[in-house]
């Protein structure tokens, strides 16, 4: 796969952490699960103007979007077919990132997708599709999307809440960090700060933590030599999990597989396995 990546320059970076254009990914499977993140993208089909989501739990049945979809923050696999990833372009929101973006509460986009013709209207979500296919190198896509953003920034945007951007760098930073150590710090009550949290990020603080967890497990094992044997109840532990039958428990929750198969089967992405 030809993948290329940018990150964009400021305001945008507060709201993006990174724009990407791929090509040519052909692989002899059909289906991969996509792990989740915590965070909320935006992702073009520029093979063609159809985008298969699959029910996680029979692949034989998917819901079909048009070709560019606002994908909001989940808290368990998705299924995607490798066929529409053939030539994508994308942006990855920060955790709180998208919301300024949406028109309505990333809540709502919690475990879901979204047309972007839904979110900005036929036209404009045509227009950028349209515009991203007659570009002719990844720098000329990622100079598209930028313009599409900064002209949407230049309306009036709700920036992040001073308190979600304190929390979700602490989450980040420790996951296993309770909602009353960072509510302690910033004055609002727990329901306040979980209500106001769920409509910037997505998810619910505890839920968000969970994943952040689940994606520490992750790059610790990428740290892990290739074939080496890797210690999991050393990376449990690491990773602040009670038990082996805690972190097992957990990772099935987010990933549907256990440990041992998620490294027999994943691809070059970190958050993609074969089906």
């Known amino acids: 796969m030809n993948f290329h990546h940018h990150i964009p ?34 992702i073009i089909n520029l093979w063609e103007d159809r985008t298969r989501v699959y029910n996680s739990d029979d692949p034989h049945k998917f819901d079909t979007f048009e070709g560019s979809i606002v994908v909001g923050a989940y808290s368990a696999f998705t299924v995607i077919d490798t ?18 973006f949406l028109g309505l509460p990333a809540g ?29 190198s990844p720098e000329a896509k990622f100079k ?53 949290f ?23 094992i990428a740290r892990a030599a290739a074939g080496s044997v890797i210690d999991w109840p050393q990376i449990a532990l690491t990773c602040g999990y009670f038990d082996q039958a805690h972190f097992i428990h957990d990772f099935r929750a987010f990933s549907g597989i256990n440990p041992t198969t998620y490294v027999a089967n994943k691809t070059q992405f970190q958050n993609h396995v074969v089906l």
């Open 9 to 42: 320059s400021p305001p945008l970076s507060h709201f993006i952490s990174m724009m990407w254009f791929g090509d040519d990914y052909i692989v002899p499977h059909r289906l991969e699960r996509v792990l989740p993140t915590g965070d909320m993208a935006l």
């Open 83 to 100: 066929d529409e990833q053939r030539a994508t372009a994308g942006v990855a929101f920060r955790p709180g990132g998208a919301f300024p």
């Open 108 to 136: 709502e986009l919690q475990d879901s997708n979204a047309s972007l013709s839904s979110l900005w209207g036929r036209q404009a979500a045509s227009d950028l599709r349209e515009q991203l296919l007659a570009a002719r």
């Open 144 to 196: 598209i999307l930028e313009y599409a953003f900064l002209q949407r920034i230049h309306a009036p945007l709700a920036p992040t809440h001073p308190a979600v951007a304190f929390a979700v760098e602490n989450f980040q930073h420790r996951p296993t960090r309770t909602i009353s150590s960072v509510t302690d710090q910033i004055g609002l009550s727990d329901r306040r700060f979980i209500q106001l």
């Open 198 to 220: 769920s409509q910037h990020v997505g998810l619910t603080p505890k839920l968000f933590c969970r994943v952040q967890r689940f994606q520490k497990v992750l790059r610790n």
